[in-house]
């Protein structure tokens, strides 16, 4: 990172438990993000600074929205629809084998064809009990991987011919390669593999040039990196240890708003740190590729 790279601002002090699941709605320009111990699906609205709360009675892993305004949620129990004016859930699919007593949904986005891609963990973390679907149009549910830890990270390249994904606890961004028109992955291999310095990698999201920007847990960082040579090749200091997602937002998608979270450190980190959980704002050097919208 260049010494004239600028800090990162607090869009929102939000003091979230687990922040997660940024993603910017350019169709009401606004940031949706959730806090997934505290049951929140949220919208920031970075030109009024008001931050409205969605209130579940369940652990939310994620939200993304659907072309005609309304939201899907990946919560504990499987991936449900939400009224964004009632907060009510409604059709809720739960895979099968998928146990809501040891596991919950986490991290997922949709594909350029409006599928929602989400993956799932165990409630005490144990490996290898998560698994990766995705659900398609017509409300087909799919799984995809199983055996995976903390599933998180998910992103495509331009052209949809691959798809990047990270199981957290592997220190991995992995790629496949992506079928849009099927829906279905083959090929996994490594992309980009981190220290125990970098932290652990979380959500990410993708910029213009095909470059992955990764939110590392316990790295007080966003890394920027090229899945094609797995370099790092920039990073971004946040004044929080936990920090777990990214989003390209704003009218020229060139701000990267970044989540943060305090579950997980210390009351003595916490004095240290009394930014995290924290909503950040970071002027980017380049712009983000738009997210997709789950096709209603
Ligand atoms: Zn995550």
Known sequence: MSPHAPHPEIALAACATLGEGALWDHHTATLLWVDILEKRVMR??????????????TLVGTVVPTERGALLVAVREGLARLDPSTGQLSGLVTPPGHDPQKVRF??????????????SMAL????????LY????????????????ISNGLAWN??????????????????FDFDLASGQISGRRTAIEFTPADGYPDGMTIDVEGLLWV???????????DPSSGRILERVAF?????????????????????????????EKLAREPHAGALFAWPAPVAG????????
């Open 134 to 149: 995705s659900l398609d149009v017509s409300g087909t549910l799919q799984q995809h991987l199983s055996r995976v830890s």
């Open 44 to 57: 920031f609205d970075p030109r009024t600074g008001r931050n409205q709360v969605l209130q579940l009675d």
């Open 106 to 119: 986490n991290d997922g986005k949709c594909d350029a064809l409006g599928r929602l891609w989400a993956g």
């Open 239 to 267: 004044p929080a240890s936990h920090i777990t997602s990214c989003a390209f937002g704003g009218p020229n998608r060139d701000t990267l708003y970044v989540t943060s979270a305090r579950v997980g450190l210390s009351e």
């Open 289 to 296: 590729v738009p997210a997709r919208y789950f096709r209603d």
């Open 158 to 175: 331009a052209d949809s011919t691959r798809m990047y994904y990270v199981d957290t606890p592997r220190r991995i961004v992995d790629a």
């Open 215 to 225: 939110a590392m847990w316990g790295g007080s960082a966003v890394l920027r990196c």
């Open 124 to 131: 005490d973390e144990s490996p290898g009990q998560g698994a």
